[in-house]
């Protein structure tokens, strides 16, 4: 890596000057010239010529752009940086510049520059790429549009074969999937599809589960162009997957009372002309979600996607859902009001 590094230090800028519009890529083509003259082995002549082409990919994108962003990453990726490729690049990005200007290197910088490479280098980056791919091979349609939105805690959960197997017969099928389960150590994820997105489906699904006293650890709620409603469900339950997804699948609508729940706070978090997000805060309880979900739902609310959160005894669900014609404030107080919170 360092014969990498230090040869592409010494070529990536010899084409400066001369009569060219992209030194890096004639850069590129004196290194083929020389390396060819000195015997350098084809990989070894290969890997120097990336990186004296893509030289200044890392620090464009970590300095000038978004490094968060998926469309950052996504760019990178497509041009080879990943792997090894992109450890050297974040070497080589400090040595170029704290040789070019000692100066121009700063503790800004530096923290730019590793908040890009541990984006692109994290295990969820990883199988948001390899999901893309697997999707790629299977030619599915609209493949941009579904990935945009797609939740990260479901790439970080559940692998990529299951999920490109599955979001393809979503994308192709006219109707409905059923319900499906997966099996992930000593927990169990759960998949709802519905081709129609409309109000109170979630409110729905939360509610089958509660029914059948599968509690809900982690959900995440999603609406994808061309599949529908996807939503997964990380359930507790002793019993086997192929016997919870029977229960699920012959549910149908079934209805349990849901216990009174107490909410600490109620309140909105953003608020835009695309979505409204919105917190509900408090203990642990049963029906917690499920209390939720109905006066969302009541409230004539569309959930965009939603997220789980439960640590210890404490719970934080989040909610985006769709603007309503009534105001932001009216909508807070009827909820409020119905699950009987302080105003």
Not at 53 to 73: D, G, M, Q, V, Y
Not at 98 to 111: C, D, F, M
Not at 185 to 202: C, M, N, P, T
Request: proline share 3%; with cysteine.
């Amino acid at each position: 890596d360092w014969r990498i590094i230090s040869w592409s230090c010494m070529y990536h800028d010899l084409a400066k000057g001369l009569h060219s519009d992209d030194h890096s890529k004639l850069g590129v083509e004196i290194v083929k010239r020389d390396f060819k003259r000195y015997g350098f082995a084809k990989s070894f002549t290969e890997e120097v010529s990336w990186l004296v082409n893509n030289h200044l990919e890392l620090s464009i994108a970590a300095f000038r752009k978004n490094p968060k962003a998926r469309k950052t990453w996504e760019d990178l990726e497509g041009k080879g940086v990943q792997g090894a490729r992109l450890w050297r690049l974040a070497i080589f990005t400090v040595i170029d510049i704290l040789a070019t200007n000692p100066e121009a290197w700063s503790a800004w910088k530096a923290q730019l520059l590793h908040d890009l490479v541990e984006v692109l280098s994290a295990e969820v980056t990883q199988k948001y790429f390899s999901l893309k791919n697997t999707l790629q091979k299977k030619n599915l349609k609209g493949l941009e549009e579904i990935l945009s939105g797609f939740d990260p805690l479901v790439l970080e959960e559940l692998p990529a074969h299951l999920l490109a197997d599955d979001l393809k017969r979503a994308r192709e099928s006219s109707k409905s999937l059923e319900p499906l389960v997966f099996k992930k150590g000593a927990g169990l994820w759960l998949r709802f599809h519905s081709k129609i997105d409309q109000e109170g489906v979630l409110a729905n699904y939360v509610q089958r589960l509660y029914s059948l006293g599968l509690g809900i650890r982690q959900a995440a709620i999603q609406t994808l162009p061309g599949v529908g409603v996807y939503d997964w469900f990380q359930v507790s339950s002793a019993k086997s997957p192929e016997i919870v997804e029977k229960m699920v699948r012959n549910s149908g609508v079934l209805k349990a009372e849901v216990p009174s729940v107490s909410y600490d706070r109620i309140d909105w978090i953003t608020i835009d002309d695309e979505e409204w997000t919105l917190s509900f805060r408090g203990r642990d309880q049963a029906g917690f979600l499920t209390s939720a979900t109905q006066a969302l739902a009541r409230a004539g609310l569309n959930v965009k996607s939603a997220r789980v959160h439960t640590w210890g005894r404490q719970v934080d669900d989040i909610f985006s859902v769709r603007p309503s014609e009534q105001e932001p404030e009216v909508v807070l107080k009827n909820i409020k009001s119905e699950l009987n919170v302080k105003m």
